[in-house]
């Protein structure tokens, strides 16, 4: 069965601070990804990783930063935390492909709140 | 970019009724996928579908992608179909990005 797993489902850090949020895969899926959601806004891409190593900025990656060392692990990293990033942040995966494979798995969510 | 929109925004249901839910979109896409969000807000994937129908079980969607448009019916709802429907559509040489729709926020009432 498909897994998305994320460090915390709820987190609440100070301004300022420096936050990992983690996201394991155990689908063996080439592309990962994190969105943040808000209300009345819907999903919102960040960054997506296509390889290891590799990382492509989404649609608001200001104030975040990605690490993706391993194929299952993709890190999202607010590296200082202000009051405008609380938010629920989802992360999913999916296989490469044009094809059916393309589904996005999500994970649960972490909502993180920042002091 | 793509824009994506959705119709209607919220919708409430009594038990047992049927819906329609409207996924408009501003270009071409190869890729088009419906999401459910629970109210503990886990996302759940229900259909990839870039173009043509498909059905599972009272859930059943279609693509006209000539047309740039996709639907979603929920027949007999059942008070488990409340939660949020998000569309999304992307390019296949994008690496699987997403761009995703508001959502419409469905109720059902017992």
């Known amino acids: 069965d498909v897994k998305v797993t994320q460090s915390s489902r709820y987190l609440v850090k100070r301004t300022g601070e420096k936050v990992f949020l983690e996201c394991v895969q155990d689908m063996d899926h080439e592309n990962m990804f994190w969105y943040r959601q808000d209300p009345g806004l819907g999903l919102r891409l960040i960054y997506f990783?296509?390889?290891?190593?590799?990382?492509e900025k989404g649609d608001i990656p200001e104030g975040y930063s990605v690490s993706r060392e391993k194929k299952e692990r993709f890190s999202l990293i607010l590296e200082s935390a202000s009051t405008n990033q609380t938010s629920m942040y989802l992360c999913a995966s999916s296989e490469s492909g044009a094809k059916e494979t393309d589904t996005q798995y999500f994970g649960p969510g972490t909502r993180l709140t920042v002091l | 970019g793509i824009q994506v929109e959705q119709s209607p925004p919220d919708l409430i249901l009594q038990e047992g009724a049927n819906s329609t839910l409207r996924c408009n979109f501003s270009?071409?896409?190869?890729?088009l996928q419906w999401f459910h969000q629970n109210p503990w807000g886990q996302l759940i994937n229900l259909f990839y579908i870039p173009s043509g129908t498909k059905q599972n079980g009272r859930l059943s969607a279609t693509t006209v992608a000539t047309e740039r448009y996709s639907l979603l019916y929920i027949s007999s709802s059942q008070t488990t179909d409340s939660g949020v429907y998000f569309c999304a559509v992307g390019l296949n040489n994008q690496g699987g990005k997403l761009i995703f729709g508001q959502g419409t926020e469905l109720s059902v009432k017992p």
């Open positions: 270009d071409s896409v190869n890729n």
């Open positions: 990783s296509y390889d290891v190593k590799m990382k």
